[in-house]
């Protein structure tokens, strides 16, 4: 009887086509198997396949293959040539075509003009996650979608079980937009973050004890992204400042000698300090460093 139901309960899953099977789409493919979900993967080094294989996936031996499989494809390769590649000469005629695959908004959005010329539905993925937070839903780790919202409300429940979604709307390039703008946000923190560390290098002072108070610090700045988007949509740049632009240019030259002390090179901290400098150039000593966005705008 247990097994009968456990075969009734896979039958009600939706069954999911898997595109490369690398670290991440291992992790993809085990929580979807875990869950009930039969599975056919796909991987241009077979060997890979072997392990999920052994757990219950169907192994497909071409990419075509695997997209006749199920009506479902869900596609998570290195880079978007490789999905033009993987995917060339394949049926997509009636497909559910999800591409999880790193891509920039431009190429999210031709890709979207490519499978739906070639009859698939399309649906764009960015991956705000590592493989060891998929199917782990406490570790916090979820996915941009966009493109078709039909076909999101279609799909959720399977594309919620490796993490939690997060639609952000029709243009297939957002989910690559949102994706890219967090990250790059992230390597700005791990550049503030180098540069603290560099300047305690070479003092007797242990890098693990500056490490929570850097921690704290920075979850403490946080929030501040908030007042800066309630500005960019207000126009008012001034709203709220409790810092000005005039008072924190004044204070860089004690960080840049700071660094020139510590024998600290300040590349990551003055490109960022040039264009606050640029900013106070224009007569905008009153703001917040709002206005830095600004300059960046081409």
């Known amino acids: 009887m247990a097994q009968n139901t456990v075969e009734q309960d896979t039958m009600k899953k939706t069954p999911v086509t ?11 493919a085990r929580t979807w198997l875990a869950t009930g979900h039969p599975l056919t993967v796909w991987n241009r080094t077979p060997a890979r396949a072997a392990a999920l294989a052994a757990e219950g996936a169907a192994v497909a031996d071409s990419a075509a293959e695997a997209v006749a499989a199920n009506p479902l494809v869900v596609v998570c390769l290195l880079d978007d040539a490789s999905v033009g590649e993987a995917l060339a000469g394949t049926d997509l ?4 075509l999800v591409n999880l695959t790193t891509s920039t908004p431009a190429q999210a959005r031709a890709r979207d003009e490519w499978a739906r010329a070639r009859g698939a539905r399309y649906l764009d993925g960015g991956i705000m996650a590592v493989p060891p937070m998929i199917g782990v839903p406490e570790a916090g780790g979820y996915v941009f979608y966009s493109g078709s919202h039909d076909l999101f409300e279609r799909h959720r429940p399977t594309l919620a079980v490796p993490a939690g979604t997060r639609y952000v709307g029709e243009d297939a390039g957002f989910a690559a937009l949102h994706d890219v703008a967090l990250l790059s946000a992230m390597y700005g923190m791990f ?15 242990d890098p693990t004890s500056l490490a929570p108070l850097l921690a704290d610090w920075l979850v403490a700045m946080a929030p501040a992204v908030h007042q800066t988007a309630g500005q960019l949509r207000s126009g008012d740049y001034t709203q709220g400042v409790v810092s000005t632009l005039a008072m924190q240019v004044a204070g860089t030259p004690t960080f840049l000698s700071t660094a020139e002390q510590q024998g600290v090179s300040p590349e990551l901290l003055t490109p960022y300090f040039r264009l606050m400098r640029r900013r106070l150039a224009e007569g905008s000593g009153d703001e917040d460093l709002t206005g830095v966005i600004d300059l960046l705008l081409r």
């Open 191 to 205: 550049a503030g973050a180098a540069h603290a560390f560099a300047l305690i290098r070479k003092e007797d002072i």
């Open 18 to 28: 898997l595109l490369g099977i690398g670290a991440m789409g291992t992790a993809l």
């Open 93 to 96: 005629t009636g497909k559910d």
